[in-house]
């Protein structure tokens, strides 16, 4: 992938930045340049900035994330931690050779199913007991004490995904209880920051066609995506005033002209999840803690349900403002393939999925702007697609 972009004014250093959904990537390493060690997570995985964050209104504050009974198993920080890197210009040569639908199947399973291939994830979306490379079985989720919740909190997170997936407000809670996990996937920010085409298109833009991730390339085989230069389509950068839920942003003018190409798709807005919990370690494509992975295990069980198992689903990963754009798509979409590998190990077909990473594309605040309100552009955002 090639970057071309140097930061925008206004954007922050790496050690001002926090670890979160899709923070900005360091900019000193080259796109394709390993991430620096990280040191493990703790329980208490966000760097936060040194100002003191701003007062937002009902209903945006972030919630406090639970604390653990008991520090992380050997097994439990080994998931946490991603498997080698697959080879994004192997990937690419590959997405150029596609030639029908069943090399852009093989490609999907390859890149989506690298989890899959060793534990044999199929059709039916059923795991195989066979075990994995790295000694324990697919389906291995941390405990409840390494995640501070109970088995309640999880089935009422699945119901309430479920209920969303569907376009269904989720059952109110009851009087008195807070029900943290009716608001881990609250829709209020998507809705305040997500832009439709249509109706019910989303589009993502990219500086060339070098530049479009090898996932979405076989995707368009597939048929889930429209693929077109940026020049011949309607789609065109729509700034809203900051009250609306955008600011200005300031995307470089290599993604809106000249080779630029736009990606768009169908989504059902009304299913739209979106959550700023899922946490990765700074720069990394490594989840932060076992609650952020213990969030997307019980995302695989929503999409499991009878009512969703003939549907498909995008994985949008977002980032802040902060940091270089490009480095930004990229480590969104590397991000947005990491959560739907762990989807496929926990027994996801590859075939219903499609990771697409956003970067900063649509922060709703500038890079400047305090951290409490850059959190919230740190978010994955899923929908059923049409």
């Known amino acids: 992938m090639t970057s071309g972009t140097r930061p925008l004014p206004g954007k922050r250093s790496a050690d001002q930045q926090e670890r979160g959904v899709s923070p900005s990537q360091p900019p000193a390493p080259a796109p394709d340049a390993p991430d620096a060690p990280m040191p493990a997570a703790t329980s208490a995985p966000e760097v936060t900035g040194g ?35 697959r080879d994004r210009q192997a990937d690419a040569a590959q997405a150029r050779k596609i030639d029908n639908k069943e090399d852009a199947k093989r490609l999907l399973l390859n890149i989506l199913g690298a ?6 994830v199929g059709s039916n979306d059923r795991p195989d007991p066979r075990r994995r490379r790295d000694g324990f ?92 230069p940026q020049a011949q389509t309607t789609y065109r950068l729509r700034p809203q005033a900051p009250q609306q839920g955008f600011y200005q942003n300031a995307i470089p003018p290599s993604y809106t002209n000249g080779d630029a190409y736009a990606v768009s798709y169908r989504v059902d807005p009304e299913s739209a999840i979106s959550t700023d919990a899922i946490l990765f370690r700074q720069g990394s494509t490594d989840f932060a803690d076992a609650y952020s992975y213990d969030l997307v295990i019980d995302m695989a069980d929503a999409m499991k349900a009878p009512a969703l198992s003939q ?28 959560i739907s590998r762990e989807l496929v190990r926990h027994g996801v077909s590859a075939e ?9 594309a649509e922060a709703a605040s500038p890079a400047d702007a305090d951290e409490a309100e850059r959190r919230l552009d740190r978010r994955v955002v899923v929908f059923r697609m049409r």
């Open 51 to 85: 100002s003191k964050p701003a007062e937002r209104p009902e209903g945006r504050e972030r919630l406090e994330r639970p604390a653990p009974q008991k520090p992380p198993t050997q097994e439990t920080a080994q998931l946490l931690e991603d498997e080698p890197k």
């Open 115 to 120: 989890g899959a291939a060793a534990v044999g």
């Open 137 to 228: 079985r697919s389906g291995y989720r941390p405990s409840v004490e390494e995640v501070g919740r109970t088995q309640q909190d999880r089935e009422r997170t699945v119901n309430t995904i479920v209920d969303r997936f569907q376009g269904r407000a989720p059952q109110a809670a009851p009087p008195g209880s807070l029900h943290r996990e009716h608001r881990i996937f609250d829709t209020t920010e998507t809705q305040r920051r997500t832009q439709f085409y249509d109706g019910n298109r989303r589009v993502i833009r990219y500086s060339s066609m070098q530049e479009i991730p090898p996932v979405i390339v076989a995707s368009q085989q597939l048929n889930r995506v429209q693929l077109q």
């Open 311 to 338: 549907d498909t689903f995008v994985i949008e990963g977002h980032a802040s403002a902060e940091g270089d754009y490009a480095q930004n798509l990229q480590l969104s979409q590397e991000r947005a393939e990491r």
């Open 352 to 360: 219903r999925l499609m990771p697409v990473g956003y970067g900063e």
